[in-house]
C-alpha cells in the first residue's frame, strides 16, 4: 500500500503563489517519477508537470515558465512551486508517483486525494 498527501491548497488572489508538497509514504521500494495532474469542474484531467528520479522534467505549455517541479528522492516528496498564478490555473491538483513496492516490480501509479487551489480576486 502507498499513500500520496498533498498540501499547500488554498484561496489566491490573481498574480499570487503558492506551492503544493506531496509526501509518499508506505511499501516503497523505488519512485521512478512523481508529478501533478489538475483537473477543473467539468473539464478532463491534464498533466501539469512531472520529474523523473533523475531530474528529467515535463511541464505543461500553458504553465512553463510559471510553475516549478522539483522532488526530494531521499524523502519520496515532489514539490510544485506555482508564481503568477492565474484564474485558469483553478483546479484540483493531484499527486502521482510511479512507484515499486517491491525489488524488481513493475512499477504503477499512485495517487494522492487531490488540494484544491482557486485563484480569484
Known amino acids: 500500500q502507498v499513500q500520496l498527501v498533498e498540501s499547500g491548497g488554498g484561496l489566491v488572489q490573481p498574480g499570487g503563489s503558492l506551492r503544493l508538497s506531496c509526501a509518499a509514504s508506505?511499501?516503497?521500494?523505488?519512485?521512478?517519477?512523481m508529478g501533478w495532474y489538475r483537473q477543473a469542474p467539468g473539464q478532463q484531467r491534464e498533466l501539469v508537470a512531472r520529474?523523473?528520479?533523475?531530474?528529467?522534467?515535463n511541464y505543461a505549455d500553458s504553465v512553463k515558465g510559471r510553475f516549478t517541479i522539483s522532488r526530494d528522492n531521499a524523502r519520496n516528496t515532489v514539490d510544485l512551486q506555482m508564481s503568477s498564478l492565474k484564474p485558469e490555473d483553478t483546479a484540483v491538483y493531484y499527486c502521482y508517483a510511479d512507484v515499486s513496492t517491491v525489488r524488481g516490480g513493475v512499477p504503477f501509479a499512485y495517487w494522492g486525494q487531490g488540494t484544491q487551489v482557486t485563484v480569484s480576486s
Open positions: 508506505g511499501s516503497i521500494f523505488s519512485i521512478y517519477a
Open positions: 520529474i523523473t528520479s533523475g531530474g528529467s522534467t
